[in-house]
């Protein structure tokens, strides 16, 4: 019932920038938190950055002050900006958005996924 669309990975030398966009559709009433994820290959998915309906960010510690998040209501999107990158930051990144539905019931939904490669 919620569709996430991702956009913006790709190959970029070392510290060059990307910026990744994440749009939700769907029978949405609202939406809580949206936040990007990584994981690499035999390891877990981690958090790299989150933001709350109220603007509200949290960052992994390995990116702050490279990557900044935001969102916008209006458009139902979060967009993951990301500078200085680094080889270890290559890997497969996740879109998350967890809200309501126009029905009444809360969703939790993960994108399809998008790679970023960092080249040194």
């Known amino acids: 019932q919620v569709q996430l669309v991702e956009s913006g990975g790709g190959l970029v030398q070392a510290g060059g920038s990307l910026r990744l966009s994440c749009a939700a559709s769907?029978?949405?009433?609202?939406?809580?938190?949206m936040g990007w994820y990584r994981q690499a290959p035999g390891k877990q998915r981690e958090l790299v950055a989150a933001i709350t309906s109220g603007g509200s960010t949290n960052y992994a510690d390995s990116v702050k002050g490279r990557f900044t998040i935001s969102r916008d209501n209006a458009k139902n999107t979060v967009y993951l900006q990301m500078n200085s990158l680094k080889p270890e930051d290559t890997t497969v990144y996740y879109c998350?958005?967890?809200?309501?539905?126009?029905?009444?019931?809360?969703?939790?939904?993960w994108g399809q996924g998008t790679q970023v490669t960092v080249s040194s």
């Open positions: 998350n958005v967890i809200g309501w539905l126009v029905a009444g019931i809360s969703f939790d939904s």
């Open positions: 769907g029978s949405i009433f609202s939406i809580n938190a």
